[in-house]
Each structure stands twice: as C-alpha cells, then as structure tokens.
C-alpha cells in the first residue's frame, strides 16, 4: 500500500524532501594516493594533497549525528582511505554513535597490510571495496602504475580468509579493472581463489572509464579499455544532475562538496564544515544557486564532460522509498526504526 501510494506522488514532491535533507554523506579522510592509475586523473590534481585533520573529522561526524547519522562511504573522488594512518580509528569513532549504522570505503590494497586483519575486520567497518586487477604484474602496472600485484593478491587473499575465520564481520567485494576478454581473465588461478573466498556475486569488472573532463584520453589506458560516452550538454541542461540534490561530502581540508564522481578539484563547493553545520551548509545559498544555474543552462564545467551524470527526475523514479525514509532520519529521531522495516520488506504495507 505505501509503495503505491509513493508512485503516485509527484516527482516534485521528492525533489523537495531533497532539497530540505541530504541523503547521502561522505568524508575524504585523506586525498592522497599510493598508486598512479592509467584510468584516474589523480597525477593532474593540482589541490593541496592532505590528511584530514581529527577536530575536522570530529566536527563532520557530530554534524551528520544531529542529522541523524545513516551510512558514511569513506571514498574519496581520488586518493585511497588507507593512506589516512588513522582510518581505524576514525571508523572506531563513527561506529561509535548508535545512528551511524555503516561504514564503507573503496582501497586500492596497496597499503591493508598496515593495518592488523582483526582491526580492519572489527572496527565497525561494514564494506571494503577493493579495486584491482587479475592476471599479470605487467598488467596490473599497467593499470596502477605500480608494482605490487604480488603484495595486493597477498593482501587480498589475507583479509579475505581472516574474514571468513571471523564469520564474516564485513563484505568484501572487488572490482576488477580489465581488458581482456571475460574467459581470459576468470580462467586465471587468482581470479579463482578469490570467487572461493569472496563469492562470484560480490566481484564485478569495468572496461570503460570515465575522461576526467579530458585529463583521460584512450591512450592512457591499457589496450582494450574505452572510454565511456558522454551525454551531450543540451541533455544535460534539461534536468540537474540527482548529486545536486543527494550528497554531502566533506573534504580532508574542511570544505563541502556535493559530488563525489570526478570533481578533481573540488571546483563544486557548497560550504565549509568548520564554519556550518552541515545542515545550514544543505540548505545554504551556494547549492541553491548550483540547482539554479543549472536549470539556465549554466553547468559547472566538471559536470559538462562527466559520464556519470543521472537526471534528478531519473533518480527520484527508481528511490522514491529511500528519499522518504532518508528524510524522516533527519527529522524525526525514531525513524531509523521505520528505515530498517521499510528496506527489509515491502509485504509489511
């Protein structure tokens, strides 16, 4: 009954809620990077590359608890989380608000072998991403520009058995940058061992790459790969894009941004967290004059060549039920109650 009843509201109802409550947040712990990544604009980064600060840190999450807290994706737009020495421990303190209910990051695995398994496994974290390659160290520098294929599929395969010891605390998924063809690469011992461990559901693979606003071309990449299409601006000037109305990210220097896809240079800044609270940063006038540009046909210029760009209208269509249950986080305190039965099971309305 209630699914029905959400179907038949107007789109613009939703993109109301939006506008009065983020429904998604993220923190850039830190936006340094280990590797060097033929298909990712970090080695043209020209802003300052740093850690996040704890009184920072400590700010964005006692802003996101009065909000109501929710998920935290600790994925920068570049850089990995494990660089951030301190990344157990920060995850330790956000875990440790009850209205923060899950944590996740994406790694290149470079670095997990930092961390003790058991710390990783059990300080809260509830999903680590991994992106890499299987095959060759020769392909895998291709890809990441570095040569630690060895010490990742040691990494990996780690964390994966200690997980599974454990029963399971945190699912792992990989995702696997590739360019062969499909039996090539899953006929490989490596793949193999990693299906066993973390399941073939929970592993899936990219060929096409966004440009990075033309930072990217096809010869970077590793042969085989392409570049993914882009939508052609007039498209885009009809509806802005659905991270307008979404996100929250907060930067490793403080500053708010309302994207996470490709924004290099944090060129869509909606605030700052040591000068608001996320919520007045949410409503502020710098996101309003974002959406309002846009629907004038004045995108930021990130945003024109971006691949990842999903109308409003389209996001709202297929997440009516997580807007609403997202909105009534943030404004009434007992509604996590209501989230957790209304993603469990539409049968109970």
């Known amino acids: 009954m209630v699914a029905r009843a959400l179907s038949v509201l107007p ?14 947040f993220g ?3 830190t936006n340094i990077c280990n590797a060097d990544c ?19 840190y400590e700010k964005a999450i006692a802003s996101f608890v009065e909000n109501g807290g929710g998920s935290i994706n600790f994925t920068p737009t570049v850089g990995d989380p494990l660089v951030d020495k301190h990344i157990i421990k920060k995850i330790r303190h956000a875990r440790s608000h009850p209205s923060i209910t899950s944590v996740m990051l994406y790694t290149n695995a470079i670095l997990l072998n930092r961390f003790p398994a058991d710390d990783v496994l059990t300080c809260g974290l509830t999903r680590l991403a991994i992106s890499t390659y299987v095959g060759t160290r020769e392909g895998y520098k291709r890809y990441y520009g570095r040569d630690k294929y060895d010490r990742v599929l040691a990494n990996i395969e780690a964390i994966a058995k200690r997980n599974r010891e454990l029963g399971s605390p945190i699912l792992i998924t990989l995702h696997l940058r590739v360019s062969a063809e499909e039996g090539e690469w899953k006929s490989t011992d490596e793949y193999k061992r990693f299906e066993t461990l973390v399941g073939a559901a929970n592993i899936s693979f990219l060929e096409s790459y966004d440009a990075w606003s033309g930072r990217i071309e096809l010869g970077d990449l590793p042969a085989g790969c392409e570049l993914a299409d882009n939508l052609p601006v007039e498209e885009k000037k009809k509806s802005p894009c659905f991270e307008l109305y979404r996100r929250v990210h907060v930067l490793a220097d403080g500053n708010v941004g309302a994207c996470i896809c490709v924004d290099l240079e944090s060129e869509i800044k909606i605030g700052n967290i040591n000068e608001q609270p996320l919520q007045e940063i949410w409503q502020g006038a710098k996101i309003k004059q974002y959406r309002s540009e846009w629907l004038k046909g004045n995108l930021p210029e990130v945003c024109k060549t971006c691949t990842r760009y999903t109308p409003v209208e389209q996001f709202i269509t297929e997440n009516r039920k997580r807007i ?9 305190p007992w509604a996590f109650a209501l989230r957790r039965r209304m993603l469990t099971s539409d049968a109970d309305f």
């Open 27 to 29: 923190v850039e712990t």
């Open 324 to 332: 609403v249950v997202d909105y009534l986080r943030r404004v009434i």
């Open 11 to 24: 789109n613009g109802f939703y993109r109301r809620l939006m506008e009065h409550r983020f429904i998604n």
């Open 38 to 56: 033929s298909f990712c604009a970090y080695r043209h980064m020209e802003r300052p590359k740093t850690v996040m600060k704890w009184p920072v």
